[in-house]
């Protein structure tokens, strides 16, 4: 028998809400009601835009009431657990088993796990088979569903394939208008197949060759062959900003803006320019439209966006916000397209940090991936920015790359030397970056890119570049090295390539508290066929379902015209 939450669990989530402003509260009375789940904690959850947007949007249709729920801390869980209440939201502490839909946001493959918790504290079965009409529906969205939801084919009900403004009002629509009229559950997702941009996986069965590899991915019923993805094309009509602000974040109260969806470079590497495709931008008076509600509430304003630098009103946009008394913060920029203008905005903006990303030490591999940047640019910038006396300097740098050398390690190595030598040299009367932060991330080959074909570097070899890193920069005065541990990116790559087989890891590591090497030794399948195999050109993947609107041998040409680069 379920009952109330602790004193102190409530007394948390009352916390919580008291430093928010601009939380929606609405009646339950005649609402469907949606869940809003961020698998992760609060303080991640509320930092993340899509998330908030999602909230607001769903709080604005007709007759629909949204509410939010996270993951708990470890205490929390082991204090509902022990207690044997059941997870609740936030809004109005509400089991989550009371909505009709909870709604999982899903922005990163290694938050996976946590949505079995989440299940598990709610007290619903885990299996989409084991639920009934009495259980809420279970969807998902976010930009892990656009690049390949199969590993949670199990668990989730119904995916959605697409941008939210453009599919969840009208699921909103058919789930109200055929929930009551519907015999079952599985009338109503046979119906809801029908909507474009939802994918229920239960619709599509799959074959697999003795290899391992599919054999065939096919659908059932009413079910489409392929599932478009849905994208809206003009951005104006859909403001994407904070609609809560809290001091609870990793942007403490801060005001966070769209300003552009997508990437118009389309590295190889990055899957953005493909799932967000085409790249699109806000026009300028919607920009200050949206800027002023920020302004407002005098907190400063965050622009997101993949290439801000592209905007060609970025730097009005700028001095709108700074001419109007307020201050503003930017994501990270392409090393070509900043202009002294930009710096001298940031620099008034108050900004002490600068974030840049060359990705590899060597032009040879820079062409590789598509990113046609000289070690002259990257200088000339870097001076540029050195004369207005930044605080710090953040560079992310990718290793793992394919067609990689030994030889290529060094040149990063080298590169980064040379940069904060000639910071230190260039302006003798100025003072350098108090801290150059190298931050080191493992390539991640995934889905949707031209090198979705390519293996994942095995771990020792990625622990050995980054030891070796490590080892001749650390006498290197203010460098500071970080990375993301190897063993991480093994587990995102099997989670962003795997298909839905790889369900019946999560399935182990959840019920192993976690301990994912367990679960690979439970399970007879191997991770490594996943991870370290490198695809063959025509292999059928557990995401060729999904229509981008990219032909998939243009990425294969892509692909092999990557690997001849280095040779050429």
């Known amino acids: 028998m379920s009952r109330q939450p602790s004193r102190r669990v409530l007394d948390k989530v009352?916390?919580?809400?008291?430093?928010?402003?601009?939380?929606?509260?609405?009646?339950?009375?005649?609402?469907?009601?949606?869940?809003?789940v961020y698998p992760n904690r609060y303080y991640i959850g509320m930092s993340n835009l899509g998330f908030q947007a999602v909230y607001r949007l769903l709080n604005s249709l007709p007759h629909t009431l949204c509410e939010r729920a996270f993951l708990p801390e470890p205490e929390d869980q082991w204090q509902l657990t022990r207690s044997r209440s059941m997870l609740f939201s936030?809004?109005?502490?509400?089991?989550?088993?009371?909505?009709?839909?909870?709604?999982?946001?899903?922005?990163?493959?290694?938050?996976?796990?946590?949505?079995?918790?989440?299940?598990?504290?709610?007290?619903?079965?885990?299996?989409?088979?084991?639920?009934?009409?009495?259980?809420?529906?279970?969807?998902?969205g976010g930009i892990c569903t656009f690049l390949n939801p199969e590993p949670l084919a199990d668990f989730i009900d119904l995916f959605i394939i697409g941008e939210a403004e453009a599919v969840l009002p009208k699921f909103i629509s058919e789930y109200q208008g055929y929930r009551d009229e519907s015999p079952g559950k599985e009338h109503l997702l046979s119906h809801l197949?029908?909507?474009?941009?939802?994918?229920?996986?239960?619709?599509?069965?799959?074959?697999?060759?003795?290899?391992?590899?599919?054999?065939?991915f096919t659908s059932r019923g009413n079910a489409p062959p392929t599932v478009r993805r849905q994208t809206i094309h003009h951005l104006d009509t859909a403001p994407t900003y904070s609609t809560i602000l809290t001091p609870r974040t990793e942007f403490s109260n801060m005001f966070l803006m769209e300003v552009s969806r997508g990437c118009a470079h389309r590295c190889y590497f990055c899957a953005i320019g493909c799932v967000y495709h085409p790249y699109r931008r806000r026009s300028l008076e919607e920009l200050k439209e949206t800027a002023a509600r920020g302004l407002a509430q005098n907190?400063?304003?965050?622009?997101?966006?993949?290439t801000l630098s592209d905007h060609p009103h970025l730097t009005s946009l700028c001095n709108f916000i700074i001419d109007s008394g307020g201050a503003f913060s930017a994501t990270s920029m392409r090393i070509d397209l900043v202009s002294e203008e930009l710096i001298t905005l940031l620099k008034k903006s108050g900004h002490h940090t600068i974030t840049l990303a060359p990705e590899t030490g060597s032009e040879r591999l820079r062409r590789v991936i598509r990113k046609q940047l000289t070690d002259e640019q990257i200088f000339t910038t870097l001076e540029m920015v050195a004369r207005y006396q930044f605080r710090y300097l953040k560079l992310y740098f990718l290793i793992g790359l394919p067609t990689e050398g030994a030889e290529d390690i060094d040149l990063l190595i080298e590169l980064t030397r040379k940069i904060n030598h000639r910071l230190r040299k260039s302006h003798p009367r100025i003072p350098s970056p108090e801290l150059i932060t190298l931050s080191i991330n493992p390539f991640i080959p995934k889905p949707w890119t031209p090198f979705q074909w390519h293996p994942l570097e095995d771990i020792t070899t990625l622990?050995?570049?980054?030891?070796?890193?490590?080892?001749?920069?650390?006498?290197?005065?203010?460098?500071?090295?970080?990375?993301?541990?190897?063993?991480?990116?093994?587990?995102?790559?099997?989670?962003?390539?795997?298909?839905?087989?790889?369900?019946?890891i999560l399935m182990a590591a959840h019920q192993r508290g976690g301990n994912w090497a367990q679960a690979f030794k439970h399970v007879d399948l191997n991770p490594d066929f996943y991870t370290y195999r490198e695809r063959a050109l025509d292999e059928i993947f557990p995401w060729d379902f999904i229509d981008h609107g990219v032909r998939k041998q243009s990425l294969a040409s892509e692909y092999i015209h990557a690997l001849t680069e280095n040779t050429t």
Request: charged residues 25%; proline residues 4%; aromatic residues 8%.
């Open 14 to 36: 009352k916390d919580l809400l008291s430093y928010e402003k601009g939380t929606v509260k609405k009646s339950w009375d005649g609402n469907t009601t949606v869940a809003l």
């Open 463 to 504: 622990k050995a570049k980054l030891k070796k890193i490590h080892r001749s920069l650390k006498k290197e005065k203010k460098i500071l090295v970080t990375w993301d541990l190897p063993k991480w990116s093994y587990l995102q790559c099997l989670l962003s390539r795997g298909d839905r087989r790889v369900g019946k």
């Open 90 to 140: 936030l809004e109005s502490c509400r089991p989550l088993r009371d909505f009709n839909v909870i709604a999982f946001s899903l922005s990163f493959e290694n938050d996976y796990l946590a949505i079995l918790t989440i299940l598990t504290l709610a007290r619903i079965p885990l299996l989409s088979t084991e639920r009934t009409s009495d259980h809420p529906l279970i969807i998902a």
């Open 193 to 216: 197949t029908q909507l474009e941009g939802v994918y229920v996986p239960r619709c599509y069965e799959v074959h697999y060759q003795p290899s391992g590899t599919i054999a065939s």
């Open 299 to 306: 907190v400063k304003i965050g622009l997101i966006g993949a």
